[in-house]
Structure formats: structure tokens, C-alpha cells
């Protein structure tokens, strides 16, 4: 004879079929709701409300005789990059990520101005306003928070649970850029938050919607797409970067190597303020030589820490932390992968 299933049983079951692998436990549940309080009935009110808090879902319906998820909140999804031999089910991490952005909203402690909707100028102020030797991440991560837009990174969120590489979520109060590439390089999360910033100044995205790049990669890089949304911010994040339009770089010898192009891409980078990174990145999409001009990245990324723990350390030293609950502090910690400065 088989016992039957518990509540917590059931709504896990439910939230697998529905895209919400059982491996998120790990992140959604806090350190003590170890398996012997899983099987405690006792408490499972309390889990329920945990588990809907951090994915926007509503409680009672969780926990009705006949248990369905029912989200607390309708927003439109606007889905782009996606590549159809690649489709992937971002359910569960388009939740997790809403449910983040709009608690890193609440704490952002500087009021939402919105971002000129010109390249070149907005280059131009983000120059001005943060000294660096060119336009690069970390400098544009402190434009986003000066502009009280909050730059998150989303970390691995368990076995089989997909990711997109950059996502909008338009709270009610701004908009919040989520970065989730599995790249610890400054320039690919780089052109990632400048695609993203540029679907924030142009428009792309209104209050109340959703915007996910499923993929920005090898295969999606730049001005590779046919749909005129993600074009145009291409195009807007290639001006505020290089400083013109449809920038694209080459090599006079084909059998360049990559320490050559990083010597290049560093000289070139410091004179115009590009970042080498994002040159020899870009040589690789139009050239195709992408192991060339990975290998010149690194190279260029030298010993400086991962792009994650440089998005992660804004987002900690920006947002007001005691405006937070500790279990919404700890939340954010487990899906950043990183720890309170």
C-alpha cells in the first residue's frame, strides 16, 4: 500500500509539468527547509507562500484541494533571439527574474531617469560622467544605476533549468536589465548590457512588459537578425560602443594570431576609448575566426575577476539593502550567486 502524496508532493509535481524543475529547491527554499520539514505537513502553508512569493505566483490556488499555478501578475512576454533548433522553456527562469527585478526595484535608491534615446550622445555622457579608458562594463553599469535602471545578474538556477543571455522586466516604477549568459567575460556581458540598454531607449519595452534575448551569441551576435527590433538595438549598441554605426573589425592578415589581435585591439581600444574586448569579439562575429578572437579576449581580461562578480558587487553597493527583508536579501544572494558586500 502506498501512502499518498503530501501537499508539498503535489505542488512540486505541478511545478515540474509546468517547467519548474525540482532542482530550483535548491534556490528557492531557504537553508532550513531541509527534507525532513518537507515532509512535516505542518508546514506546508509556509513553503507554499515561500515558493509563490519567488515565483509570482498566487498562494490559495497553490494550495487548494485541487492545487494549479495561477500568477499573481499578467505582464506581455516579448521573446526575440530565439533559435528554433535551440528552443528552450525560460519559464522558470523568466519567473525567478521578474519576482528579483522587482525587489532590486524597490531598493534601488535613485529615481528611474530614462536614457537618451541617441548612441552618441549617451556615449558622450557616460564618458563624461565616469572616467575609464574606454566605454566598458563597468562604467556603464554605474550609467544604469545613475539612471536608476539596476543591472542583475542571474546565476546558474540548477540542473536543467535554462537561461536566457538578457532579459528587461519593466516593473512598475523602471525597468530593470537582467544579464544571465554563462560567460565570465567583461565583453560579452558587455554587448549583452548595451543590447539591453538599447531596448530601454528606444522603447522597446513599456511598463508592465517583459523583454527576454533568449540567445546572444556566436549565432546572434550582431546585426544578424531580421527582426527590426533587435536590429535597431544592435545598431544603437554598436554606435555606443565604437562610436559609429555598424562598427565591424578585420585583420590585414588572415593569419593573425590572438596575441597579435589583443595587442592590436588594446591600442586601437585605448586611442578611440573602445574596449579592446568588444573589438576582438566583434572581429570574431564578422570574421568567424571565434576561437581567435576568444583566446584575444582572455588574453585582454588578464587576472581581473569575472564579469559576474563585477555586476554582482554594483548591484550590492547600489540598492538599499534594510529597505529588504534578510529573506529576500538571501534569495537575492542564492540567484546571483554572490554574497552581500
Not at 519548474?20 to 506546508?44: G, I, K, M
Not at 507562500?49 to 490559495?60: C, F, M, N, T
Not at 533568449?214 to 565604437?242: H, I, Q
Request: one cysteine or more; hydrophobic letters at 45%.
Amino acid at each position: 500500500m502506498t501512502t499518498p502524496d503530501s501537499q508539498i508532493d503535489i505542488i512540486f509535481s505541478l511545478l515540474e509539468s509546468s517547467g519548474f524543475p525540482r532542482s530550483l529547491q535548491s534556490v528557492l527554499l531557504p537553508d532550513w527547509v531541509t527534507p525532513e520539514v518537507l515532509s512535516d505537513t505542518a508546514t506546508s502553508s509556509e513553503i507554499a507562500i515561500i515558493i509563490a512569493k519567488r515565483l509570482g505566483l498566487r498562494v490559495s490556488p497553490l494550495l487548494a484541494a485541487s492545487p494549479r499555478i495561477e500568477l499573481l501578475k499578467r505582464r506581455d512576454v516579448k521573446y526575440k533571439r530565439s533559435i528554433p533548433s535551440k528552443l528552450k522553456n525560460l519559464n522558470a527562469a523568466s519567473s525567478i527574474a521578474v519576482s528579483v527585478a522587482e525587489s532590486v526595484a524597490s531598493a534601488c535608491q535613485v529615481e528611474f531617469r530614462a536614457f537618451v534615446d541617441n548612441p552618441k550622445i549617451l556615449r558622450q555622457e557616460i564618458l563624461h560622467s565616469f572616467s575609464g579608458k574606454w566605454l566598458g562594463l563597468r562604467n556603464l553599469l554605474m550609467a544604469c544605476w545613475s539612471h536608476g535602471i539596476p543591472v542583475v545578474y542571474l546565476a546558474e538556477l540548477g540542473i536543467n533549468v535554462a537561461k536566457m543571455d538578457g532579459m528587461v522586466v519593466y516593473t512598475d516604477s523602471r525597468p530593470v536589465i537582467i544579464l544571465s549568459k554563462a560567460s565570465q567575460l567583461w565583453a560579452w556581458q558587455l554587448f549583452i548590457l548595451s543590447h539591453e540598454v538599447a531596448h530601454v531607449a528606444l522603447g522597446h519595452i513599456a511598463p508592465n512588459e517583459i523583454l527576454v534575448d533568449e540567445e546572444l551569441s556566436e549565432n546572434s551576435y550582431a546585426l544578424k537578425d531580421n527582426d527590426p527590433v533587435e536590429l535597431s538595438a544592435d545598431m544603437f549598441a554598436l554606435e555606443l560602443l565604437n562610436d559609429r554605426p555598424k562598427a565591424t573589425y578585420t585583420a590585414s592578415d588572415e593569419r593573425v594570431n590572438f596575441r597579435e589581435l589583443a595587442e592590436t585591439a588594446f591600442q586601437y581600444g585605448r586611442a578611440q576609448k573602445i574596449d579592446p574586448g568588444h573589438i576582438v569579439l566583434n572581429f570574431a562575429n564578422h570574421t568567424g575566426k571565434w576561437e581567435v578572437g576568444y583566446a584575444a579576449a582572455k588574453l585582454l581580461q588578464g587576472d581581473n575577476t569575472s564579469a559576474m562578480n563585477v555586476i554582482n558587487e554594483a548591484m550590492w553597493q547600489e540598492i538599499d539593502t534594510e529597505a529588504l527583508p534578510m529573506d529576500t536579501i538571501d534569495f537575492l544572494g542564492r540567484v546571483t550567486g554572490s554574497d552581500i558586500e
